[in-house]
């Protein structure tokens, strides 16, 4: 028989936003369980740029994404929560007495006094680079989990986005050559992440684009079709190809949740249109919304707060600060 875990709240994200949301329910002596499809903890930041520097946390000037996400777990641990990772949730249902009860991928029931959905952009896959797809792995990647592997490496960045452009100042220092790609003339990156781009000489090939890859067992070269000039044939190792994801919420979906557009509508305690479901961070829309990790930490503490009253209108919603539990 499939396994029943029961739990006061249940976070479906165990991102930095979900992780905070377990500091927060753990502080109220809430039971928490954190539910995430990926094996591990740090949601987009594990995933996708690890080594990248976060630098929108308040009073955090820039530190790098594995050590942000080992903080907030830290944090999180002090209070014992539940990891159930590399688990997909599935379905959403309530008991008959109002506790939603979600079923995960491999079976397992989560038994909940409330749902928090810090889902972020849901599931997300890369867009794939048209040329040379057959050399994923042997030279072609979608993302850096670990920049030193490009150490001493001639290495091609493709994409005019914020990814592209940190992902060339990372590997700038550490690789042999780095050389940016992007089919336009104009940058989506920060200005100012651009205008270092310049300053440290990188080499920026605009209004180009990858036509070929070409090598044996391993990457060799890639060949640039530039707008008004002649080809271009480049020696490199690797080629990083990053031109965004495409984001799909998945089954949450349909959970009856009010959506707009790929994300879920949520009133000013975070609440969804379905009893006892909550969400906060990427995943959330409203009046005036700034996606930024900042403000979903604020929209984790209203979610938990909130939930923890209506399993027990007896408590206060402010929870009071750390300082007078310490």
């Known amino acids: 028989m499939a396994e029943t875990v029961t739990t006061d709240i249940l976070i479906v994200g165990a991102g930095p936003i979900g992780l905070y949301g377990a500091y927060c329910a753990g502080f109220r002596g809430l039971r928490t369980v954190l539910v995430d499809a990926l094996p591990q903890c740090g949601g987009q930041i594990t995933a996708l740029y690890p080594e990248k520097e976060i630098r929108d946390i308040a009073a955090v000037p820039g ?20 990891y159930l990772l590399g688990r997909q949730a599935v379905d959403l249902t309530h008991t008959p007495d109002g506790r939603p ?34 050399f994923l792995g042997r030279g072609l990647s979608y ?34 050559s780095v050389t940016l790609v992007h089919r336009r003339g104009t940058f989506r ?8 781009l310049h300053e440290r000489g ?15 067992d391993l990457l060799r070269q890639a ?23 495409i984001s799909d919420l998945g089954p949450l979906a349909d959970w009856g949740v009010e959506l707009e557009r790929r994300t879920i509508v949520v009133d000013t305690r975070m ?15 409203y009046p005036g919304k700034v996606r930024l990790m900042s403000v979903g930490f604020g929209e984790v503490a209203t979610a938990v707060n909130n939930a923890a009253v209506a399993l027990d209108p007896a408590l206060s919603l402010f929870p009071g600060h750390s300082t007078e539990s310490a």
Not at 105 to 131: C, E, K, N, Q
Not at 233 to 240: G, M
């Open 223 to 245: 060949h640039l079709k530039v707008d008004g000039e002649e080809a271009r044939v480049l020696k490199v190792d690797a080629v990083v190809a990053a031109l965004g994801f």
């Open 63 to 82: 530190t790098r994404g594995r050590d942000v996400v080992t903080a907030l777990k830290d944090q999180a641990d002090a209070f014992d929560p539940a």
């Open 143 to 176: 993302f850096v989990p670990d920049p030193a592997e490009h150490a001493d490496r001639d290495v091609l960045v493709v994409g005019g986005g914020d990814s592209a452009v940190d992902w060339a100042l990372a590997l700038h220092p550490i690789a042999r």
């Open 271 to 285: 609440r969804t249109t379905v009893d006892r479901v909550y969400a906060a961070g990427d995943v959330t829309a």
């Open 101 to 134: 009860q979600v079923t995960l991928s491999d079976g397992t029931a989560v038994d909940a006094g409330a749902v928090v959905l810090t889902a972020g952009i849901g599931t997300f896959t890369p867009r794939t680079l048209p040329a040379g797809e057959e």
């Open 189 to 196: 990156a920060h200005a100012a992440s651009v205008r270092e």
């Open 202 to 216: 990188v080499d920026i090939v605009t209004n180009a684009q990858v036509e070929t890859l070409a090598g044996d």
